[in-house]
């Protein structure tokens, strides 16, 4: 990780996958220089990868990053696809399962 690097922290994209698209898209404007970012949900991701696919980024070059990696909860079907092909900046995808995960939130 570079030292100098900025955390610009927790972005609120609670409202689904349109806020996420609008949020991102904002996000590459004001900071084209982003090259990790973590989307907490599939719906959220949906909207991430629209955003970074449609500012021509979300990319890589059969595993190499071009642009970012982007991570994400859930693993769906959607991101299922995107993580497994080579040219797709989603990377990561952690599953839950789903009937313990809200388990454990709630104790």
Do not use: W
């Amino acid at each position: 990780m570079d030292p100098t690097a900025t955390d610009l922290g927790c972005l609120d994209v609670s409202k689904g996958t349109d806020q996420a698209k609008q949020v991102v898209t904002d996000l590459m404007t004001t900071h084209p220089e982003v090259n990790l970012i973590y989307s907490e949900a599939s719906g959220q991701t949906i909207g991430t990868m629209a955003a970074l696919e449609q500012a021509g980024r979300g990319k890589m070059d059969n595993g190499k990053p071009l642009t970012e990696i982007v991570a994400s909860v859930d693993f769906d079907e959607t991101e299922y696809k995107q993580v497994y092909d080579p040219n797709s900046s989603l990377k990561f995808s952690m599953g839950l399962p789903p009937v313990e995960t809200p388990r454990a939130v709630l104790t």
